[in-house]
């Protein structure tokens, strides 16, 4: 998988990594993918709904340790 921009959103509580994740899809192109890196426990429901009331597409999903990791691709 290609990734087109990386956005650290590590520390930040909500609502703040979905701000931060739709200015940084807004610079994106159709099918550029960006990954979203939070700690926030409420990204995953939040990012996840947000993606799909977009257009937008959760391609891929994982954590490691106490980040959360996401790979949305923009639609």
Do not use: N, R
Not at 3 to 32: F, H, N, S
Not at 34 to 47: F, I, N, R
């Amino acid at each position: 998988m290609k990734i087109d921009q990386v956005l650290d959103a590590k520390g930040l509580a909500c609502p703040m990594p979905i701000v931060k994740t739709k200015k940084a899809m807004d610079t994106l192109t159709t099918g550029q993918v960006l990954e979203v890196q939070t700690t926030d426990k409420g990204a995953k429901s939040d990012l996840t709904a947000w993606e799909k009331s977009t257009g937008h597409e959760l391609i891929d999903f994982k954590e490691e340790g106490s980040i959360f990791i996401f790979y949305i691709q923009k639609g």
